[in-house]
């Protein structure tokens, strides 16, 4: 589902926000994406929504190379991932249905099929007696539940979520946590950013540890870092851990 060939990423002032990855997260899988901040979580994300291009290497995403993608075909690339940001980005002047439908109404769904999305994907994250709702009038942890119906409600072949549990108490973040575990059962590839360890502690999933731009840490047995493109600093950092 998403391959990267050493990947790197640098921007105008130098500095390198990923350096030589290479990854793949095969189709349905449910990956962890951790590491400090400033680490490259955010960068990697922003790379396979097309937010940003890559400087060197390759990303394919759907079997996509969105090096040769087009600026025309990008929104047809995104109708396909969802996204959850931490600070749940919902407009405060629609109301929670209206909040969810948003995504269906650019891509063109009819009403009937609009209201019947929204009504199924509230009742999945629990909040269809919400529906009426502002979100000033919900709990951070009620909003982010909100923000994940809007991401999943067309149905994407891929969910991307950046630091979705960071402004909720623990034991929302694990309710959370299990909800993206029931979206990737219904044969959604998952990747989520986070710096919670209770995560990939109570919800057991592969993990991929970014450091300085480097993929320091899979969980994924078949992986082995790739030393050549690390310097020996970055190397004794690795070894360290």
Request: hydrophobic residues 40%; neutral net charge.
């Amino acid at each position: 589902m998403i391959r990267l060939f050493k990947l790197t990423k640098r921007y105008p002032n130098g500095v390198e926000a990923l350096k030589g990855i290479n990854l793949h997260v095969p189709t349905d899988s449910f990956v962890y994406l951790t590491g400090p901040s400033g680490s490259g979580k955010t960068t990697l994300m922003k790379l396979i929504l097309c937010m940003e291009r890559a400087s060197e290497g390759e990303i394919l995403v759907a079997g996509r190379n969105l090096r040769m993608l087009s600026r025309q075909s990008i929104p047809v690339l995104r109708r396909n991932i969802g996204v959850v940001f931490q600070d749940f980005k919902l407009l405060s002047d629609r109301n929670v249905s209206e909040n969810v439908a948003l995504g269906l109404e650019i891509f063109g769904f009819s009403r009937n099929e609009i209201r019947s999305r929204v009504a199924e994907t509230l009742d999945r994250v629990g909040m269809l007696r919400f529906q009426r709702a502002f979100p000033t009038m919900l709990s951070a942890g009620e909003q982010q539940r909100v923000a994940i119906a809007r991401a999943i409600v067309t149905r994407p072949k891929i969910l991307l979520a950046d630091e979705p549990t960071g402004n909720v108490d623990p034991e929302m973040s694990l309710d959370i946590g299990r909800l993206f575990n029931d979206i990737n059962a219904d044969n959604t590839t998952v990747m989520v950013a986070t710096h919670d360890p209770n995560l990939p502690r109570e919800i057991a999933h592969r993990t991929l540890t970014l450091n300085n731009g480097y993929l320091v840490l899979d969980t994924d047995p078949q992986y082995v870092p790739d030393l050549d493109s690390m310097d020996a600093e970055d190397q004794a950092e690795l070894f360290s851990q």
